[in-house]
């Protein structure tokens, strides 16, 4: 194929937003960026400035106002239900109903989009669930009941039901709330390694800006009238991220590369 | 794997159960007749007292049978209404299929003497007019649900919809004839033992066409116990799951409602029981596992409405509820977890 087939996902000239009482309302636009194998891309911006939003586009939920995005090369509007199961996995924010689910039995449902139509496990789906277990070390846990985990845990369930679905891209929408900053720390160092070992493309919301600073491949940053995508030391080189925020409380410190509140005089 | 063991075992033993619930119900009556007879009877090998004979096979068989298919269905489809909704809550009753049931048959007994003209109310045309009404609720629901995306959403309008018959009911009762009055009563108290055996016939044929159906949601169910955007990220078609759990649940809930009356907390309970009972989610195993605990259930509750050693039967909506309610309480309290 051509270069594009080395994106896994791409946009261009992006708008999104969405349908309010038939008037199309815009929420940003001249969104571009094109994401390659094995790398964590973190999502940041203020609250309410469309992240949730863009990931949901990405995802199929919304329908884009205009512009396009491919995966793996392909208009994702070309894709079945089924196919699209194939291609993008996702990990939503918040927690998931209080059911006799087991972590194994969480995981084995990504495997939903490969098995028939009762939903039997067959011995590539068995290995490819054991195959995650081992990856991110729930062997101890394997057999509690999705009540019984901790927030940390669930976080690590969910991101191994996203794997089981063995697909190209992961999108995770602020995985690291309700978290503390070990496991935040933790969570988001977990999605670099899984990244680099599996080659997966992941991108993931964030609000803990210094941390994805530290571990991130690429950043998004969107903010009301720019979109910009670059590696982390670029973009505090060219001081992209003293534009995220209203500037009377707080500056981006370059020096640490986190936020700082303004000293009052 | 030692769970596939215990699951058997569970299974083995409902099944056992469900045998030795058969029994007792058969041999229970306001008629003594000894079991050995009635042993006799069943396996075809005739008893010394025609009326004996009569009493078994066309009474009280049909009676078993009814209340074993009643069991099956009204569990299934509390155990779907449950899951589709993410809500311990939800039942047949709480979707109101139960209640536009029960508003057929009260514009049927009670509205036509209040209209000056009178129906046959046979128990044909009582399972008519029921199948009719839940008919009726389940096309209102359906057409909202196009229009809705949100689950919590339908169950309030289910609720509603529940409110709004039961009103209708109220004000039927409150201008209809004593007679018809009582004779809507009756109904709605419930009753197991009203069906021929043609009727049972035309009864099993609804309820297994319903469960039926219920075998194509079950992948669709245990991707939605994440919710739904997991389930659509799966490539499920939550869509679809919804439409052919509506329609195998309003078959179940309407046709027992139709056939042997408002039969309350089965739905509802059952599921929670048989999931207390086997420690899963998985619908593969819950949907065979409520049909038998909700038969046995059934069987109990009707073998203790005869009974026993008296002339008088008991309403089994009433015993349903009163043996019911405290054993969810006590299991709820017990496991302080509600789960799906």
């Known amino acids: ?265 | 794997m030692p769970k596939a063991v215990s699951y058997k075992t569970i299974f083995l033993g409902l099944v056992v159960l469900l045998l030795a619930g058969m029994i007792i119900d058969i041999s229970l009556g306001s008629v003594k007749i000894p079991f050995t007879e009635v042993f006799q009877i069943v396996t075809g090998q005739g008893s010394s007292k025609e009326t004996w004979t009569h009493i078994v096979l066309q009474y009280r068989l049909p009676k078993t049978i009814t209340a074993i298919l009643t069991g099956f269905g009204l569990s299934v489809s509390g155990l779907l209404m449950q899951t589709l909704f993410r809500n311990p809550l939800a039942g047949p009753f709480v979707l109101g299929i139960s209640s536009g049931a029960s508003l057929g048959v009260a514009i049927l007994v009670m509205g036509g003497s209040i209209m000056g003209f009178s129906f046959l109310s046979s128990s044909l045309s009582i399972a008519i007019g029921a199948s009719i009404g839940s008919f009726i609720v389940l096309l209102a629901i359906l057409i909202v649900a196009r229009n809705i995306r949100d689950t919590m959403a339908l169950l309030i309008i289910g609720l509603m919809f529940g409110s709004l018959t039961s009103a209708i009911v109220n004000i039927l009762s409150y201008f209809a004839s004593m007679e018809k009055l009582q004779q809507y009563v009756f109904w709605n108290l419930g009753s197991l033992g009203n069906l021929s055996w043609p009727e049972v016939g035309l009864f099993a044929a609804v309820i297994f066409i319903g469960i039926f159906f219920t075998l194509f949601t079950i992948k669709g169910l245990n991707a939605l116990l994440l919710g739904e955007q997991y389930a659509i990220s799966m490539g499920v078609s939550v869509k679809k799951i919804r439409l052919i759990v509506m329609i195998s649940a309003s078959l179940l809930a309407g046709s027992i409602t139709a056939f042997a009356g408002p039969i309350t907390f089965i739905g509802l309970a059952v599921p929670h029981i048989t999931r207390l009972l086997f420690k899963s989610a998985n619908h593969l195993i819950l949907i065979p596992a409520t049909m038998l605990t909700g038969s046995i259930v059934m069987l109990f509750c009707d073998s203790i409405a005869q009974l026993p050693g008296s002339q008088f039967t008991l309403p089994i909506n009433a015993i349903t509820a009163i043996i019911g309610s405290p054993m969810v309480i006590w299991l709820l309290l017990r496991k302080r977890k509600i789960l799906l």
């Open chain 1, 1 to 265: 194929m051509s270069i594009t087939s080395s994106h896994t996902l791409e946009a261009s000239q992006l708008e999104i937003g969405y349908t309010h009482k038939k008037q199309v309302i815009s929420i940003a636009k001249n969104i571009s960026f094109a994401l390659g194998k094995g790398e964590l891309i973190g999502l940041i911006g203020a609250n309410g400035i469309g992240k949730s939003t863009l990931l949901k586009t990405l995802c199929g939920i919304n329908n884009p106002i205009n512009g396009t995005i491919k995966l793996n090369g392909k208009d994702v509007n070309t894709y079945s239900e089924q196919k699209l199961a194939k291609a993008l996995s996702v990990v939503l924010t918040g927690n998931i109903p209080a059911s006799n689910l087991t972590v194994t039995e969480i995981i084995a449902l990504g495997r939903q989009p490969y098995t028939n139509w009762i939903g039997s496990l067959t011995k590539t789906d068995i290995a490819k669930i054991k195959e995650v277990i081992d990856l991110l070390k729930l062997e101890p846990i394997k057999d509690r009941k999705n009540y019984e985990l901790s927030d940390g845990q669930l976080q690590k369930v969910l991101l191994g039901r996203a794997l089981s679905q063995d697909t190209s891209i992961i999108i995770l929408d602020e995985p690291t709330t309700h978290l503390d900053i070990y496991h935040k720390a933790y969570t988001l160092s977990l999605l670099k390694e899984v990244a680099h070992t599996t080659q997966k493309t992941i991108l993931f919301s964030t609000h803990e800006i210094d941390l994805a600073i530290q571990l991130c491949d690429q950043m998004m940053l969107l903010t009301k009238e720019d979109f910009v995508v670059n590696q982390p030391c670029n973009l505090i080189s060219n001081g992209s991220f003293s534009n995220l925020f209203p500037k009377d409380l707080i500056r981006f410190d370059a020096a640490t590369g986190s936020f700082k509140v303004n000293k009052t005089k």
